[in-house]
C-alpha cells in the first residue's frame, strides 16, 4: 500500500529563518511525486513534480528535491506570505490516483 | 477560465438527511475526483472518475454516491447523511493519462459540510 507521511505537523519560523519539511514516502513504482500548497480556505495549489531521484526543481524561496524515500521542501529566508499548509503527495506507475500526506502547516512570523 | 468549480461553498445537514455537491470543471480534462479533508488526516480519496460514464471506488467510499453522465460535472451524493461525513469535501480534475510524465490536479475552493 502506498503511503507517505510528512513532517513535521506544523513548524513555526521566524522571517528570514530557513528551513526544511520532509515528505517520507513508500510506494512501488513512483510515476511522480507531487508538492502543494493550501491556503486556509482554498483548495491545494500545485508547485512541483519530482520524477526520479535526484531531481530538483525551484521556485522563488522554495527547492523541492527526491531521493528513493523522501523529499525536501526547502524554504531560504521565508516570508510572512509564505504561511501555508504544504502537502505532498505520490503517484504509483499505472495508478489513476494521488496519495497524499496529511500537510505540514507551515507559519512564518514577521 | 473558471477551472474546477463547486457547489455549494457551505451545507448544514441533519443526521439521515440527503444531498449532493456539484463538481464542474471548463478545463476539458478526463480525470476527476473527489476527496474529503479532515484535521490531522489530509485529504483522502472518496471516488473518481476516468471519463464521461466512468466511476471508481477510492479508500473511503462507504456512504457517498457519485455521477459522471458529463465529462464537464461529476456530482457527489449523500443518500443518509451521519455527523462522520462533517468535512471539507474537495473536487479536482487533471488531463487523461499521457506518455510520459504524471499529470497535475486542479482543485476547487472545497465545500464544507457539516451534519448535525
Known amino acids: 500500500e502506498d503511503q507517505v507521511t510528512q513532517s513535521p505537523e506544523a513548524l513555526r519560523l521566524q522571517e528570514g529563518e530557513s528551513s526544511s519539511l520532509n515528505c517520507s514516502y513508500t510506494v512501488s513504482g513512483l510515476r511522480g511525486l507531487f508538492w502543494y500548497r493550501q491556503d486556509p480556505g482554498k483548495g491545494p495549489e500545485f508547485l512541483f513534480t519530482l520524477y526520479s531521484a535526484g531531481e530538483e526543481k525551484e521556485k522563488e524561496r522554495l527547492k523541492a528535491t527526491l531521493t528513493k524515500k523522501e523529499s525536501f521542501l526547502h524554504i531560504t529566508a521565508p516570508k510572512p506570505e509564505d504561511s501555508a499548509t504544504y502537502l505532498c503527495?505520490?503517484?504509483?506507475?499505472?495508478?489513476?490516483?494521488?496519495?497524499f500526506g496529511q500537510g505540514t502547516r507551515l507559519t512564518i512570523n514577521p | 477560465n473558471a477551472g474546477v468549480t463547486q457547489t455549494p461553498k457551505f451545507r448544514v445537514l441533519k443526521t439521515g438527511q440527503s444531498m449532493t455537491l456539484l463538481c464542474a470543471q471548463d478545463m476539458n480534462h478526463e480525470y476527476m475526483y473527489w476527496y474529503r479533508q479532515d484535521p490531522g488526516m489530509g485529504l483522502r480519496l472518496i471516488h473518481y472518475?476516468?471519463?464521461?460514464?466512468?466511476?471508481a471506488k477510492g479508500e473511503v467510499p462507504d456512504g457517498y454516491n457519485v455521477s459522471r453522465l458529463k465529462k464537464q460535472n461529476f456530482l457527489l451524493g449523500l443518500e443518509s447523511a451521519a455527523p462522520s461525513q462533517t468535512s471539507v469535501y474537495f473536487c479536482?480534475?487533471?488531463?487523461?493519462?499521457?506518455?510520459?510524465?504524471?499529470?497535475?490536479?486542479?482543485f476547487g475552493a472545497g465545500s464544507r459540510l457539516t451534519v448535525l
Open positions: 479536482a480534475s487533471r488531463e487523461g493519462q499521457t506518455s510520459g510524465g504524471a499529470n497535475v490536479l486542479t
Open positions: 503527495a505520490v503517484q504509483r506507475q499505472g495508478a489513476q490516483k494521488l496519495v
Open positions: 472518475s476516468v471519463g464521461e460514464g466512468t466511476t
